[in-house]
């Protein structure tokens, strides 16, 4: 779409304004909180402010025409559909985790940049323009139509296929980013986490419910600003801080020596080694209870059943005597428990009595041996996270939404410059906040902490978001001490950095925009694969288009809740359940779609196999190996971690493909047609 048109003007127009609008609000706020305003009610403003933004463009973008609900009528230009996939893309994964990741596990976390990024250069060259040319609605649709079968040629089992892995990839994808809306939400008004996801699910449930497509492309739009200021204000203001240069991508250059010379200090503290040394202790006295079980668990048990009954006969304060009891109610209630709790404790135990690897330093590890096996799984993560991302439904969904091929391309143009100028000041962030951590909080007074550690650790007080506790007992924070889950290093970046709340309050809405932009892609995804391409292919054919945006609508709407439930209960931290999804995705769907595009031969019952094949072998191994659902790490191959199935989901969703095709009776002319046409040069 050429960018002089009246349409392109008129959306410049309008986002022009909005991004005026914004930051008056912004700057307002910074005044009211200088006259006084409370902390509590800026976190409400920007909640219920962004909220309202995102509902009002789902209602006024409301529609029941097909083609506007399923691809926002095709005519959404390249920069702006470079934006709203952008947002698309910057899932809460990225914004929350991704620096608390490098915080965390410093160059290893790159692993993640690198295969996100790198896999969008795999969709602009192998997937995105051809699946424009072939102008439908769904993925399903694609490799049905592409690998014919089933009734009518309507491809069934491909289609069915399909529209299961599409279901399982976006289920988890999403349920990832609801947890993340009930994190911000609970944090920032102080609701309960299950009540802060139902608060989040009205707004996405707005957005996609009434608009589909074209409502969830213009709130994208607006999201993605929002998520580029809420990130670069805060990061640039501690680059000043600690750099005196606005541009932290330059500037965290010079703190990576600084930060350097503070962890070998660190390291070499007789302080840190003596809580090390502490943790070390504990995790050999879990390793000592687990080699005499089940004595050890019986005589556990008669010692907490003593103390309670101690408590009880002295009349001790009711407080004692409920510690007393809750102790008894945790504890094991059979050996074959103690084994695993204790495991567990002495794990993390002995990660805690380990020295923290300096942050620069690829692939530490105590022994050249380790050392390879953290490469390896470095290199594998890329590899499933550059594979996942050309192959997730969400995101090829929005080829199909520009007006040609052309602007396709220009969308993805796009789409990479709006994620780089987020995805190149994460690593900055990292370092920017670490050696602010570690030179003000390590050596500060126990009594002195900042009150932005009492408030993340009572967010989540089951499994706290930051504790730190005075091992040693000498009055002072060793960085030994600190326990930080890196979902929470973003959210608390203001707070750790000294900024005015106000930005506090803008990085979360920025979160927020993050989660609720890729949630509201991910739902339509879901419903758009039931109602189009199992309801409407397969069901009831000749059901009319307001029925089939009304089914589209319902399903959407369970799904929804249902995801909500499922994030409710806290099944894992948000980069562990985002990385099965990119796996599962790669093993099962990017097989079909690159050699359905770049190979002639390959027929239906390949593509049958191809995706059946790819999608056991990352389950089994994922089933196999992790830990919190039953498997071993033992029973891992070439010491390969869960996260990085699709290593092996890949290679036999490609090899039993092109096997099964070669087996097989060639495809139709028809499909040699239409690789053909998809290919052919505009």
């Given amino acids: 779409m050429n960018r002089t048109s009246p349409y392109f003007n008129k959306l410049s127009r309008y986002y022009l304004w909005y991004t005026a609008c914004f930051g008056g609000f912004l700057a307002a706020l910074a005044l009211l909180e200088q006259e006084g305003m409370p902390r509590l009610w800026i976190g409400y403003s920007f909640m219920f402010a962004t909220i309202v933004l995102y509902a009002s463009i789902g209602v006024i973008s409301r529609t029941s025409n097909v083609s506007e609900y399923?691809?926002?009528?095709?005519?959404?230009?390249?920069?702006?559909?470079?934006m709203a996939t952008a947002a698309d893309w910057i899932s809460a994964a990225s914004?929350?985790?991704?620096?608390?990741?490098?915080?965390?596990?410093?160059?290893?976390?790159?692993?993640?940049?690198?295969?996100?990024?790198?896999?969008?250069?795999?969709?602009?060259?192998?997937?995105?323009?051809?699946?424009?040319?072939?102008?439908?609605?769904?993925?399903?649709?694609?490799?049905?139509?592409?690998?014919?079968?089933?009734?009518?040629?309507?491809?069934?089992?491909?289609?069915?296929?399909?529209?299961?892995?599409?279901?399982?990839?976006?289920?988890?994808?999403?349920?990832?980013?609801?947890?993340?809306?009930?994190?911000?939400?609970?944090?920032?008004?102080?609701?309960?986490?299950?009540?802060?996801?139902?608060?989040?699910?009205a707004s996405i449930l707005v957005c996609s419910f009434l608009g589909g497509m074209r409502g969830i492309t213009?709130?994208?739009?607006?999201?993605?600003?929002?998520?580029?200021?809420?990130f670069l204000i805060p990061t640039m203001w501690l680059s000043v801080k600690h750099a005196d240069n606005p541009l932290?991508?330059?500037?965290?250059?010079?703190?990576?020596?600084?930060?350097?010379?503070?962890?070998?200090?660190?390291?070499?503290?007789?302080?840190?080694?003596?809580?090390?040394?502490?943790?070390?202790?504990?995790?050999?006295?879990?390793?000592?209870?687990?080699?005499?079980?089940?004595?050890?668990?019986?005589?556990?048990?008669?010692?907490?059943?003593?103390?309670?009954?101690?408590?009880?006969?002295?009349?001790?304060?009711?407080?004692?005597?409920?510690?007393?009891?809750?102790?008894?109610?945790?504890?094991?209630?059979?050996?074959?428990?103690?084994?695993?709790?204790?495991?567990?404790l002495r794990d993390a135990n002995l990660k805690r009595a380990r020295p923290p690897a300096p942050h620069a330093t690829p692939f530490p590890g105590d022994d050249p041996a380790q050392s390879d096996i953290r490469r390896n799984n470095f290199l594998a993560l890329v590899f499933c996270l550059m594979l996942g991302t050309a192959a997730l439904p969400h995101i090829l969904m929005r080829s199909y939404t520009t007006p040609s091929v052309r602007e396709t391309r220009g969308s993805v143009f796009w789409t990479l410059f709006f994620i780089l100028l987020v995805y190149l000041t994460i690593p900055a962030l990292a370092v920017l906040v670490k050696f602010d951590i570690y030179s003000s909080l390590v050596g500060a007074d126990f009594t002195k902490l900042p009150d932005w550690i009492s408030y993340w650790a009572n967010v989540d007080k089951v499994n706290p978001l930051i504790s730190i506790v005075d091992i040693n007992r000498d009055g002072v924070v060793q960085l030994a001490e600190i326990a930080i889950d890196g979902d929470v290093l973003v959210l608390a970046t203001p707070e750790i950095g000294g900024l005015p709340y106000v930005i506090s309050g803008l990085v979360a809405a920025g979160g927020l925009a993050a989660a609720l932009s890729t949630a509201d892609?991910?739902?339509?995804?879901?419903?758009?694969?039931?109602?189009?391409?199992?309801?409407?292919?397969?069901?009831?054919?000749?059901?009319?288009?307001?029925?089939?945006?009304?089914?589209?609508?319902?399903?959407?709407?369970?799904?929804?809740?249902?995801?909500?439930?499922?994030?409710?209960?806290?099944?894992?931290?948000?980069?562990?359940?985002?990385?099965?999804?990119?796996?599962?995705?790669?093993?099962?769907?990017?097989?079909?779609?690159?050699?359905?595009?770049f190979w002639k031969r390959a027929n239906h019952q390949g593509a049958i196999a191809g995706m059946v094949a790819g999608f056991i072998m990352c389950l089994y191994y994922m089933l196999h190996t992790h830990p919190g659902v039953g498997g071993s790490v033992a029973g891992q191959w070439l010491h390969i971690a869960p996260i990085s199935a699709g290593v092996f989901g890949v290679p036999a969703g490609i090899a039993v493909m092109v096997i099964a095709s070669l087996l097989t009776a060639p495809p139709s002319r028809r499909s040699d047609g239409m690789v053909d046409h998809i290919r052919s040069p505009e």
């Fill in 95 to 201: 914004f929350i985790s991704l620096a608390g990741g490098l915080y965390l596990h410093g160059f290893d976390g790159l692993a993640y940049i690198m295969g996100w990024t790198g896999g969008y250069c795999l969709v602009a060259l192998l997937i995105a323009p051809y699946l424009r040319r072939f102008a439908q609605y769904t993925i399903p649709d694609f490799l049905a139509t592409r690998y014919g079968g089933g009734a009518g040629g309507r491809g069934g089992p491909v289609r069915a296929i399909a529209v299961g892995a599409t279901i399982i990839v976006s289920f988890t994808y999403v349920v990832a980013q609801i947890y993340a809306v009930g994190l911000i939400a609970s944090r920032f008004t102080g609701v309960d986490f299950s009540v802060g996801i139902f608060l989040g699910l």
């Fill in 70 to 82: 399923y691809v926002a009528g095709r005519r959404v230009p390249s920069l702006f559909n470079g």
């Fill in 521 to 597: 892609g991910l739902l339509l995804a879901i419903s758009n694969a039931l109602s189009h391409d199992v309801y409407y292919k397969i069901v009831d054919p000749a059901a009319s288009t307001q029925k089939r945006v009304t089914i589209s609508k319902l399903l959407l709407l369970a799904v929804a809740f249902i995801a909500a439930y499922a994030a409710s209960q806290k099944p894992a931290d948000i980069l562990s359940l985002v990385g099965a999804a990119f796996s599962l995705a790669a093993s099962t769907l990017f097989p079909a779609l690159v050699l359905g595009v």
């Fill in 248 to 344: 932290p991508q330059l500037a965290y250059g010079s703190v990576m020596p600084k930060l350097a010379q503070r962890e070998a200090e660190l390291a070499a503290d007789p302080k840190e080694i003596e809580v090390r040394a502490i943790f070390s202790e504990r995790a050999h006295v879990y390793q000592a209870r687990i080699a005499t079980l089940p004595a050890s668990w019986e005589r556990g048990k008669e010692e907490v059943q003593r103390q309670l009954d101690e408590v009880r006969m002295r009349n001790a304060s009711l407080a004692e005597i409920r510690a007393a009891e809750r102790a008894l109610i945790a504890y094991p209630k059979d050996a074959a428990e103690a084994r695993t709790i204790w495991a567990s």
């Fill in 218 to 230: 213009w709130t994208q739009v607006a999201q993605y600003i929002i998520i580029l200021v809420a």
